[in-house]
């Protein structure tokens, strides 16, 4: 049986995960979540991808949003906002509150996240093996230029919400914040996952990244999800260290991201937005193999050039069909270097 192991964000590595169970119906797939995008919100622990891989995997995503439950209600958001407890900006449905309060009880009460995913998993039967990249608390924060140094009360840069402001009008947010309340629309400076040089990888990640035969970085954030997990001592030193082929898949195509803003992030750590710049970003030392869009095809002499193994194929996650494909061919790829 071929073990595949997946490093994967939200929705991208999500959709990307559904279309390989459909390439390798009998292969033994092991994902290794981020989460440096876990927040605390009215006193619950929210995993926002490790939910979205298995609500995706499991049938109960909200299809065309990509998170968030499907036939979803927002009573208890309604009722907080009632009662003025916020942030109204973070919105969570009924149906999920349910998953984080199970969490929050489940943790504790002692359990470490990569048991209490486990539980939490025998619901949905994902049908692959979702590892936390770590039990430890770890969470990007971005800096940025702060919308309103002047500190009005009713605007994003109130006093409330200037935490790691400083005199040069910056201020540090959570990865949540710049994303879902600020859009991404302001310029980020550094991208820094505050706690991941000190956690240790959770149970298991070294142990299947050590008996994997193939390793693949799916369409997911180059920054703010593989970046992260890439940043937990071990991990990155474990899949060098593996001696099986990795291959990667563009998530940048004719120069922007096929969703989210992944520009944002890669101009934050000063890496241009082309598919080839994100293969010089993980680097000849840890990927094998690069897979591009058709839209940039030019790119493959570049990246062959630094000794990676690239081909153009198109790259859109248009429907399941498509994504098997493009894991199919992630997975030929991957023969290639091996043989």
């Known amino acids: 049986m071929q073990r595949i192991v997946v490093l994967a964000g939200g929705i991208g590595g999500a959709r990307f995960l559904r279309g390989l169970r459909q390439a390798a119906p009998d292969a033994e797939i092991t994902v290794i979540g981020n989460t440096g995008d876990d927040i605390h919100l009215f006193g619950l622990k929210v995993c926002p991808d490790l939910d979205t891989v298995m609500y995706t995997l499991g049938g109960g995503i909200h299809e065309e ?24 900006w973070f919105g969570l449905g009924d149906r999920d509150f349910a998953t984080h309060i199970v969490r929050t009880q489940m943790i504790s009460a002692g359990y470490p996240l990569s048991a209490v995913t486990e539980a939490l998993c025998q619901r949905w039967q994902p049908g692959v093996r979702l590892l936390p990249m770590t039990d430890d608390r770890v969470e990007t924060h971005v800096l940025i230029d702060d919308p309103d140094p002047t500190g009005d009360p009713d605007g994003p840069g109130s006093a409330g919400d200037r935490a790691g402001g400083d005199a040069s009008g910056r201020r540090a947010v959570h990865f949540q914040e710049y994303w879902v309340r600020l859009r991404a629309a302001v310029d980020a400076h550094a991208v820094v996952p505050i706690g991941a040089d000190q956690a240790k990888p959770a149970p298991g990640v070294l142990e299947a990244l050590g008996a994997a035969d193939t390793v693949l970085f799916p369409p997911s954030n180059p920054v703010v999800s593989i970046g992260t997990i890439l940043a937990v001592p071990g991990i990155r030193e474990a899949i060098a260290d593996a001696g099986v082929p990795v291959v990667g898949l563009s998530p940048i195509v004719g120069g922007a991201p096929v969703r989210g803003m992944a520009d944002k992030m890669l101009a934050a750590i000063g890496v241009e937005t082309t598919a080839q710049a994100v293969a010089a970003h993980y680097g000849s030392g840890l990927l094998d193999g690069w897979l591009v869009d058709t839209a940039d095809a030019g790119a493959v002499p570049e990246v062959e050039a630094a000794g990676i193994r690239c081909r153009a194929l198109p790259l859109m996650m248009s429907d399941l069909d498509a994504t098997a494909r493009m894991a199919a061919e992630a997975l030929s790829l991957a023969e290639e270097v091996r043989a």
């Open 65 to 88: 949003q990509g998170w968030g439950r499907a036939d979803e209600t927002f009573t208890v958001k309604e009722e907080l906002a009632a009662y003025g407890v916020g942030p109204g």
